[in-house]
């Protein structure tokens, strides 16, 4: 699975959101719902941000799945039982799924250290090598545009890497607000 990390805070993926939304057109959802909740489609920046609280005690990392008509195939929605007395008062979740889904995860400053942020696709040829065992939910890898897929996962890593990288930290990409925070004594992470 093709993997780009970078170094993102808060309003950095406020910025990345606006161009999804704005350029690109995606259509945005959970990668997972909350506990005991359904999976929500995001439509705005404000949306994303509210979804994913930056504090207190329902704060959780960005965790989004992009979608767009133009990548072919619909994604599918799995509810995920829990095991009994897994998650107190809780005993289910939902998550979505799709071969051609580009998905973002945004790191968060824990113990003063900002995680790395991750942008994850499958190619075509991984999703053929582990389609006899998933076609069953996840349907037939043709269904997907696989050209499409790599074009917006492009787009992101372009608009990532050379539009919003003010530098580097080795090898990743640091967008402003996480060279902000770097700057204010937090450590960008290696993992």
Known sequence: MPTFRFYAAREDAAALLT????ELGCRVFEAYSRYGEALKELSSTDEVLEAF???????RFINISLW??????????????LAPGTVSGHTYWHMIDG?????????????????PSDLKYSSEA???????????????VDAWDWRAV??????????????????????RPVLAGAAALAASGVTLGAA
């Open 150 to 171: 790599e074009m917006l996962a492009r787009r992101l890593h372009y608009h990532l890497g050379r539009r919003l990288a003010v530098r580097k930290h080795g090898a």
């Open 68 to 81: 767009s008509p133009a990548l072919g195939a619909k994604p599918t929605f799995r509810r995920i039982a």
């Open 99 to 115: 071969w051609g889904l580009v998905n973002l995860q945004f790191g968060l400053v824990s113990e003063g250290t900002l995680r």
């Open 19 to 22: 161009f999804m939304f704005g």
């Open 53 to 59: 609280p930056a504090a207190g005690p329902s704060r």
């Open 126 to 140: 991984r999703a053929r090598r582990w389609e006899e065992t998933l076609a069953s939910s996840l349907g037939p």
